[in-house]
């Protein structure tokens, strides 16, 4: 049952899992309350699915401008790695 507390640091927020639930329990809910302000402030825009072809990981974008596209820096490098072969690949192509 979700509740509206005020405690230090913090002003008038909603606690929505007693406090001595288990850990994965309070992730959970946490995950999902903060989900609920991610679709109430239109925001559902910066999740995505990872732009790496072999990998379904999702995508965070708090970027300012909106521009990530992978989920994990590992994910990042490999298809950078491999835009890099295919250019240099090209150019032996044309040479
Ligand atoms: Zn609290
Ligand atoms: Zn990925």
Same mark, same amino acid.
Request: a positive charge; glycine letters at 2%.
């Given at each position: &049952?979700?509740?509206? %507390? @005020?405690?230090?640091? $913090? ?5 929505? %899992?007693?406090? =001595? +639930? ?5 992730? $959970? %809910?946490?995950?999902? &309350?903060?989900?609920?302000? %991610?679709?109430?402030?239109?925001? $559902?825009?910066?999740?995505? #699915?990872?732009? =790496?072809?072999?990998?379904?990981? #999702?995508?965070? =974008? $708090?970027?300012? /401008?909106?521009?990530? @596209? ?8 490999? /298809?950078?790695? +491999? +835009?890099?072969?295919?250019? @240099? ?7």
């Amino acid at each position: &049952m979700p509740q509206l %507390v @005020r405690h230090p640091p $913090l002003d008038w927020h909603i606690h929505a %899992v007693p406090s =001595d +639930a288990p850990l994965a329990t309070r992730i $959970l %809910v946490e995950t999902a &309350m903060a989900m609920i302000d %991610v679709i109430r402030d239109d925001e $559902l825009s910066r999740l995505t #699915i990872c732009a =790496d072809s072999d990998c379904q990981g #999702i995508v965070l =974008d $708090l970027s300012r /401008n909106r521009s990530r @596209r992978y989920c994990s820096t590992t994910c990042s490098n490999r /298809n950078a790695q +491999a +835009a890099h072969r295919a250019r @240099r690949a090209d150019q032996t192509v044309t040479a």
